[in-house]
């Protein structure tokens, strides 16, 4: 939970910086694809797109009254769609809409 003011800038640097080191793990083949093409855990060749972060943000205040349950369902749907996306990318929950950053 990142309680400063200055939580945003932080993430979107660390979501830049891991994009930006990842290239250096890839094939430029594999850079130019997106992805690579491997064997999957049943063993047949499938193509997975480059690592990235997703990071999922739900805001809460005291003035929100969530239940513990309401604001996990809302910090899964948040992480839910950060995840959606094959390259680094961070979500922020505020109420009930998540908006797509990075």
Known sequence: MKRSKHWQ???LHLLS???SRREALYRQKDLDAKGI???DRDGQQRFFHLS?????????TAVSQLS??????RASLA????????WST???????VCDALG
């Open 9 to 11: 800038p932080s993430v």
């Open 17 to 19: 910086t891991f994009d």
């Open 52 to 60: 990235g972060l997703a990071v999922g943000v739900t805001r809460w």
């Open 68 to 73: 513990i349950d309401e604001l996990s369902e």
């Open 37 to 39: 093409v491997a064997k």
């Open 90 to 96: 961070l979500y922020v929950q505020e109420g009930d």
């Open 79 to 86: 992480k839910k769609h950060a995840k959606r996306n094959h």
